[in-house]
């Protein structure tokens, strides 16, 4: 390795998706010999061009479908270092369906025009959404039996910091996906003890579950919000004053989840102490916030703090908390809140697996979770992969266009196996 690769590596690491980062790699040269302007630029050689462009996209992207369905084999058979894919991107992790990426490369190709970019090469957020599309098909598929979608609050549901009002047009794709006999989860950072907080926030949701003249009883109490990432579960409850109703521990919490009082406390102990050193060691106008499962920073002065300063703080907690004994013991989450830092006890991973046990022992695969933080640090819902299949949004109205796509192959089948 360079030295220049190296120092790359360090400074970007936490910021990179390696998968993504890998086939936006492949997709680059097929761009860099295809699709580059060329002396001639009449209308038909563009169009050649993009035709050009378009197959050699879509044997890449069949090239990856392949790769993904080997990985998946090498998994089951308890031989997982003999993947391809583990081998090309080791940082890889585990996927719970195939995933459909020659359709669903030709469905965002149509959207977005990659194969007629001459200039702008297959970016980032292209590769995304065909990752996005590709996983939602899979689930959509006629085996592939979708019984779970959970989903992150801020920044997934609603804009940073803000409520889910009546007007937000994602309440009438959650309330489809309940009439259709889906459980829902929302599994947010936000971590209250009190129903009433919750209340507050998902408003919009909770009324309209209340007032359906459409949802059965039982349809009305599918869904679950887990807060503090996996630490208070609440179940809707038209009846009751909060519209949500506290459900005790026992009836929720994994068996790996009976951590000690003063585990949790020693936990949050060192956080607390790093995040106080960062506030001090770069002058953060910041306030502690300490809760039963939760250490966190906020803005004193309801101003705005600058990324760099945000993720230093997460990176710098969580370094101390991985090299610390307690931090090895109990999974804990650093991550960057969007004007905030703080560290829950649990993960998103344990959330999701919750949500799955509280209703009935669903799996991975028939588990979606929708979020906006995915980067592998210094982001909550990254850990959610390991529970099982994902969707990366990057703001609340694609989440409500991914449920659209969801709800269309949703349907398309229904259709093509009732004909
Ligand atoms: P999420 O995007 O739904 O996971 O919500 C994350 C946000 O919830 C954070 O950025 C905080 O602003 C807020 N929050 C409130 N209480 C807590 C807590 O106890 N732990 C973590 N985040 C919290
Ligand atoms: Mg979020």
Not at 160 to 179: F, H, T
Not at 282 to 311: C, D, Y
Not at 370 to 383: M, P, T, V
Request: aromatic share 8%; with cysteine; net charge negative.
């Amino acid at each position: 390795m360079t030295t220049r690769y190296r120092v790359e590596y360090a400074l970007k690491a936490h910021r990179r998706d390696a998968l993504i980062e890998f086939i936006k790699g492949l997709l680059a040269v097929p761009f860099v010999l295809h699709c580059q302007p060329t002396s001639t630029n009449s209308p038909k050689s563009l169009e050649n061009m993009a035709t050009e462009a378009h197959r050699r996209y879509k044997e890449i992207m069949q090239d990856i479908e392949e790769l993904v369905k080997d990985h998946i084999q090498c998994d089951n058979a308890g031989t997982p270092e003999r993947s391809k894919l583990r081998f090309l991107v080791p940082s890889v992790g585990r996927f719970f369906t195939p995933l459909s990426l020659v359709k669903a490369f030709e469905i965002q190709d149509e959207k977005r025009a990659i194969s007629s970019r001459r200039f702008v090469a297959p970016s980032f957020n292209d590769i995304r959404l065909i990752l996005n599309t590709a996983q939602i098909i899979s689930l959509a598929s006629l085996d592939g039996p979708i019984k779970l979608i959970t989903f992150d609050g801020d920044v997934t549901l609603y804009d940073d910091g803000q409520c889910l009002v009546p007007s937000n047009p994602v309440i009438g794709r959650i309330m489809w996906l309940l009439e259709h006999d889906l459980r829902i989860g929302i599994v947010t950072a936000a971590g209250y003890t009190d129903g009433a907080k919750y209340k507050e926030r998902l408003l919009g949701l909770l009324d309209a579950i209340k007032d359906s003249t459409v949802l059965t009883e039982k349809q009305k109490h599918n869904l679950v919000v887990l807060g503090g990432e996996s630490s208070y579960m609440f179940r809707s409850a038209p009846e009751h004053k909060d519209l949500l109703e506290f459900v005790p521990r026992e009836e929720w919490a994994l068996p790996e989840m009976k951590w000690e009082k003063e585990e949790v406390d020693a936990l949050l102990d060192i956080a607390q102490a790093s995040l106080l050193e960062s506030v001090a060691a770069m002058n953060l106008p910041a306030t502690l916030i300490r809760k039963e499962m939760a250490v966190g920073i906020i803005h004193s002065e309801g101003g705005k703090f600058p990324r760099e300063q945000l993720e230093e703080a997460v990176l710098a907690a969580q370094k101390v908390l991985e090299l610390s004994e307690v931090g090895r013991r109990l999974p804990f989450c650093a991550f960057n809140g969007g004007n905030d830092v703080f560290v829950d006890i649990g993960d998103k991973r344990l959330g999701v697996l919750c949500c799955q046990s509280f209703f009935g022992g669903l799996k991975g695969g028939q588990t979606l979770h929708i979020g906006d933080q995915f980067l592998s640090a210094g982001h909550n819902d990254f850990k959610a992969r390991m529970a099982g299949t994902t969707v990366w949004v990057a703001s609340p109205t694609e989440t409500v266009a991914c449920l659209a796509e969801l709800r269309h192959h949703m349907e398309t089948n229904h259709t093509k196996v009732a004909a």
